[in-house]
């Protein structure tokens, strides 16, 4: 379980997490949500240690995070960032590859291998794996980054934004990806989703956050209801079940 | 073609313009041209290859393929401390005319020069590194300045070997420089080359590489001061001559494509060796020294570097 305690980080004077603590639990789909600047994407980040965070501690199975050595941390929870320019030319095969380097540091053996034709035909990707990243669609390219993740194989996989740019068809791939990696290989995936349907159909717990603080934190079904809603996004919500999915109308809301 | 074949390709070539150099038109001089040229070899070895390591580093770190590690001042700092010396000191003085303790000066005044920039600059916690980069800017603009400022007060005789320094020359390496040189060079470039596979890492970007377990800050002030004592090592030992790694680095990302440092590293070293060792062979034997080769490769860098410009404003 990651546990985060007290957590705040402030920029110049202003603080855009508010000690936020959150458990996160094994084996589940958690959703952050919220609206813009809420923090979402600042408190993964501290989460995932990309920030430092400014009070508060992190722990990953009570013992805490700064503790760790970065590459066993690297072994145990994976983080994806929305954008990731790089100024290098890869292919797919050759990302997918990076995600063993915590465990070979760069000299594949056999079971690295292994691993990395496992995530590729996981994602569907053999039939391009060979081809390079800048050539790819938006929804291939976010693919081709969640293999790397996969090949990592962590426990804890963190994802922030992961459905931006990306449209319907692709969008609900991705998710339902994700589903399959927490009740086939069960993993623990935490993301930040600007959806709020894509949340309540696929997560099976939420936490929205409003202006850098915690206002609902519980199963999804306690959260997606109008009275949460209008809590977390000041909208007058109005919900719709179809096939036992909570739907959010709130596009003339 | 493989990349293995490529660079034995490279290493042939090197090996072939470093016997050309050695032995063409020797005349059976074996005692006296053979160790001279030999010395002049191995400088060209230490400099090439220390500039096309750091160069590749400081391209990766800081992510971007037209900087090169002179951008951070090392350069104007040795040049204003040559015209320091010959101002205040005058040209006969020992720290100008005995080559020892002018480079173990240098050095010195270089390296703790970077290392103070850095821990002054990395101590208020998270910079970003373009931060560190606009310092080093300005520094160097500054000590530019201030040199510019010496030259124009200097009597004209004494300005004369302060000129003398401003471009690199392999015309008259110091026999025991080289070799200590040479340990400085080897020693920081094996430390570096255990973080080499990290390297690959970090050009995926900070991101990714701090998920990869990668401990981002630690390898890049790392790697920050590994460039800078080569840079300072090479910079003593000949002069500034750092504009040159753009040039090999750049050519080795576009003849390897590849994201293996190790490759890229290998690659521009050997590029850097046929460069130098086949440049100052025409230099010496066709141009009949009427040119220096810091000349020639400040011009076809110059050349070079608007191809680049131009190339990444169109794909950007």
Redo the contacts between chains.
């Keep these: 379980m990651i546990q985060v305690k007290e957590i705040s980080k402030l920029f110049g004077k202003k603080a855009v997490v508010d000690k936020v603590s959150v458990d996160i639990q094994h084996g589940k789909i958690t959703s952050f949500i919220g609206p813009n600047g809420a923090g979402k994407s600042t408190l993964l980040s501290m989460v995932?240690?990309?920030l430092?965070a400014d009070t508060g501690e992190v722990l990953l199975d009570s013992s805490d995070v700064k503790k760790l050595?970065?590459?066993?941390?690297?072994?145990r929870v994976?983080?994806?960032?929305q954008s990731?320019?790089?100024?290098?030319?890869?292919t797919i095969r050759?990302l997918v590859s990076?995600?063993r380097?915590?465990y070979s540091?760069?000299?594949l053996n056999e079971e690295d291998i292994k691993m990395i034709d496992q995530a590729i035909d996981y994602m569907n990707l053999e039939e391009i794996q060979h081809d390079y990243l800048d050539e790819l669609s938006g929804g291939q390219r976010q693919r081709a980054f969640i293999a790397m993740?996969i090949a990592?194989d962590t426990e804890y996989i963190l994802l922030d934004e992961p459905l931006n740019n990306l449209d319907m068809k692709h969008s609900v791939q991705i998710m339902k990806i994700l589903k399959k990696l927490v009740d086939e290989l069960g993993k623990t995936v935490v993301i930040v989703l600007h959806d709020i349907n894509f949340a309540s159909v696929y997560s099976d717990r939420i936490v929205a956050l409003k202006d850098g603080r915690v206002v609902k934190d519980g199963p999804t079904h306690d959260i997606i209801n109008s009275e949460s809603l209008k809590e977390i996004y000041d909208m007058d919500i109005p919900i719709q079940e179809m096939n036992s999915c909570r739907i959010c109308v709130y596009f003339n809301s | 073609m493989r990349n293995s074949t490529k660079m034995i390709l490279l290493a042939a070539l090197a090996v072939v313009f470093c016997g050309l150099y050695l032995f063409q038109g020797l005349n059976g001089s074996y005692d006296y041209a053979l160790p001279r040229r030999g010395i002049k070899v191995l400088a060209m070895v230490i400099t090439g290859v220390a500039i096309a390591y750091s160069t590749v580093v400081f391209q990766t770190i800081t992510?971007?393929?037209i900087l090169t590690p002179s951008i951070m001042g090392l350069d104007s700092l040795y040049l204003l401390l040559q015209t320091v010396i010959i101002f205040f000191l005058g040209s006969g003085h020992i720290a100008v005319i005995n080559a020892k303790v002018n480079f173990v000066l240098s050095l010195a005044i270089m390296v703790v020069f970077a290392l103070l920039l850095y821990k002054f600059l990395f101590r208020s916690g998270?910079r970003p590194i373009y931060f560190l980069l606009l310092v080093g800017i300005i520094l160097g603009t500054l000590l530019g300045s201030i040199t510019t400022f010496l030259g124009v007060l200097i009597d004209p005789n004494e300005f004369m070997r302060v000129q003398d320094k401003m471009f690199a020359s392999f015309n008259n390496v110091n026999g025991d420089l080289v070799w200590f040189a040479l340990i400085i060079v080897v020693l920081t470039m094996a430390y570096g080359w255990r973080m080499v596979?990290d390297l690959?890492?970090l050009?995926?970007?900070?991101?990714?590489a701090?998920?990869?377990?990668?401990?981002y800050d630690k390898i890049v002030k790392r790697m920050l001061v590994i460039s800078s004592i080569l840079i300072a090592t090479s910079t003593a030992l000949v002069g500034p001559i750092t504009f040159f790694g753009l040039i090999v680095a750049n050519l080795s990302y576009q003849f390897f494509?590849t994201?293996k440092h190790t490759v890229l590293i290998t690659g521009a070293g050997l590029m850097s060796l046929v460069a130098l060792i086949g440049g100052q062979w025409i230099v010496e034997r066709v141009f009949t020294f009427s040119t220096t080769l810091s000349v020639i490769i400040n011009f076809a860098g110059g050349v070079y570097f608007i191809y680049l410009l131009l190339r990444e404003s169109r794909s950007a």
């Design positions: 995932s240690r990309l430092d050595k970065s590459n066993d941390f690297a072994k994976s983080i994806l960032k990731n320019y790089m100024n290098v030319r890869l050759e990076f995600g380097f915590p540091r760069g000299r993740v990592q | 992510h971007n393929r998270k596979r690959d890492v050009s995926l970007g900070r991101d990714n701090i998920n990869l377990g990668v401990p494509k994201y």
